[in-house]
């Protein structure tokens, strides 16, 4: 008896001075420490969209039957886009066939080069018509005058004029678009990717995250471009501040904090030109990590821009975690594309010069 009574005491104190295994019981994941563990990778690939159509006004919550709906289209187009090509097509014309796309549009990414998911994520258990969920209506906020003028300028280095074939920035007294690597979008160099840092979104492929979770970092690899976000820890007797307001980073400044089970990262200093959908400098978001039991996380963010958006907006979805390895995406490797568009526009501008060399 005194041996079971001994045992049973010494249980006891291991579980006084282990808080992880204590709490283990909520079916959580837990560190040593008792922090839940983010460590691993996750998918953030869903048919959900970022803004909500507008069909559903105010509307957060989808039927069953709507799911079905649109998973059920998602399932039919890629298996309709997956099919092989026509060995005996035909060249596109010239100059594209004037369709939406680079050129007018002689050709693309196929389905078998994406990835945009297959399924609506829920919360609680209930699925969402988007993932913006402020404002009410999930889309955003309106853009200020000065912000919309940015964006337009963005989109037109994006568009780049007609594209007509000829050096038509000639004409013009501005810089042209294609003048040398720092002409071109940070997107188009590698430097950032399309899915954004903080935060971070679903896109059309590379959509695979992992944390890795200590005491004192928490890192967020990001697929897309292979980015690595590394979020210092405040902690008890470890203060943590941002950087000073000069100093800018692609991904941005960030540090974090443990609010209960809920990891919190707080990010700033943005980059000028590594903005997400038309933010500025003064960019700040907030994020929030809460692991699940299953496994998946729920992430949340709020981006607060007074200088782009006329007020804050706020978004929800849900990491699945997945037993996927996560390859590198090594985009500044095979970047070829990056020296042919400037040789190109070399050739383009002798051509109308006159002074090609033939």
């Known amino acids: 008896m005194k041996r079971v009574v001994r045992s049973l005491s010494t249980v006891a104190l291991v579980l006084g001075l282990n808080p992880g295994i204590a709490a283990a019981g909520d079916g959580v994941p837990r560190t040593a420490s008792g922090r839940p563990d983010l460590t691993g990778n996750y998918n953030a690939a869903t048919v959900t969209p970022l803004q909500r159509p507008e069909r559903y006004g105010d509307n957060l919550y989808l039927s069953k039957e709507e799911v079905a709906r649109i998973e059920g289209n998602m399932a039919a187009r890629i298996e309709e886009e997956s099919e092989a090509s026509d060995p005996d097509r035909e060249a596109p014309p010239e100059g594209g066939d004037g369709s939406d796309g680079g050129s007018g549009n002689v050709g693309g990414y196929n389905f078998f080069w994406l990835d945009r998911g297959t399924e609506a994520f829920a919360v609680d258990g209930r699925f969402r018509t988007s993932i913006l969920?402020?404002?009410?209506?999930?889309?955003?906020?309106?853009?200020?005058e000065s912000a919309a003028k940015r964006r337009a300028a963005t989109e037109a280095k994006i568009v780049r004029g007609d594209n007509d074939g000829t050096a038509f920035w000639l004409d013009s007294d501005e810089p042209g678009p294609f003048?040398?690597?720092?002409?071109?979008?940070?997107?188009?160099?590698?430097?950032?990717?399309?899915?954004?840092?903080?935060?971070?979104?679903?896109?059309?492929?590379?959509?695979?995250?992992?944390?890795?979770?200590?005491?004192?970092?928490?890192?967020?690899l990001i697929e897309m471009v292979h980015d690595a976000?590394?979020?210092?820890?405040?902690?008890?007797?470890?203060?943590?501040?941002?950087?000073?307001?000069?100093?800018?980073?692609?991904?941005?400044?960030?540090?974090?904090?443990?609010?209960?089970?809920?990891?919190?990262?707080?990010?700033?200093?943005?980059h000028p030109d590594a903005f997400l959908l038309g933010g500025s400098t003064e960019m700040h978001v907030v994020e929030r990590f809460t692991k699940l039991e299953d496994g998946d996380v729920l992430y949340r963010f709020t981006v607060d821009d007074p200088s782009s958006w006329t007020a804050p907006w706020t978004g929800e979805y849900?990491?699945?975690?997945?037993?996927d390895r996560v390859f590198e995406y090594?985009?500044?490797?095979?970047?070829?594309?990056?020296?042919?568009?400037?040789?190109?526009?070399?050739?383009?501008e002798a051509d109308a010069l006159g002074n090609s060399g033939e």
């Open 330 to 348: 090594a985009c500044h490797e095979g970047n070829y594309s990056l020296g042919n568009i400037l040789r190109g526009a070399r050739v383009l």
């Open 229 to 270: 976000r590394v979020v210092r820890m405040k902690s008890e007797g470890r203060a943590v501040e941002h950087l000073p307001s000069e100093i800018k980073k692609w991904a941005g400044d960030s540090i974090g904090w443990w609010e209960g089970d809920t990891l919190v990262v707080d990010t700033t200093n943005f």
């Open 133 to 144: 969920i402020d404002p009410p209506n999930g889309r955003f906020p309106p853009m200020t």
């Open 318 to 323: 849900v990491l699945r975690s997945t037993t």
């Open 179 to 220: 003048d040398g690597p720092e002409s071109l979008l940070a997107q188009e160099r590698c430097i950032v990717g399309f899915t954004g840092a903080a935060p971070t979104l679903p896109s059309g492929y590379n959509n695979y995250k992992t944390i890795v979770q200590t005491e004192d970092h928490v890192m967020i």
